[in-house]
Nanobody
């Protein structure tokens, strides 16, 4: 089992940047694929980015491709989401998630563990 704690959210102006972090407990972090999701009020939780257990494969939603970068440091049990060129429509609660599945899962039901979320607000 793994516990996840996100940090790094906040308020930023459009065009700005934020870096989210997700710290994981447990010694098996490196065996999990990791993902970032987001959920805006009255909307479904949506996939943002994912990374394989080794970090050699990544996958992004079309809405963030070219602006966001997911990475991981298995020695620090941490996954990151670098968010550049932020837009007001990126405003959401961002969640970190871990999956036991191979590759880079993109569906929310493919993830087994979730953090509590961190709020990102982008002003215009």
């Amino acid at each position: 089992q793994v516990q996840l704690v996100e940090s790094g959210g906040g308020l930023v102006q459009a065009g700005g940047s934020l870096r989210l972090s997700c710290a994981a407990s447990g010694r098996t972090f490196s065996t999990y694929a990791m993902g970032w999701f987001r959920q805006a009020p009255r909307k479904e939780r949506e996939f943002v980015a994912g990374i394989s257990w080794s970090g050699d494969r990544t996958y992004y939603s079309n809405s963030v491709k070219g602006r966001f970068t997911i990475s991981r440091d298995n020695a620090k049990n941490t996954v990151y989401l670098q968010m550049n060129s932020l837009k007001p429509e990126d405003t959401s609660v961002y969640y970190c998630a871990a999956s036991v599945r191979v590759g880079v899962p993109a569906g929310k039901y493919e993830y087994d563990y979730w953090g509590q979320g961190t709020q990102v607000a982008v002003s215009s």
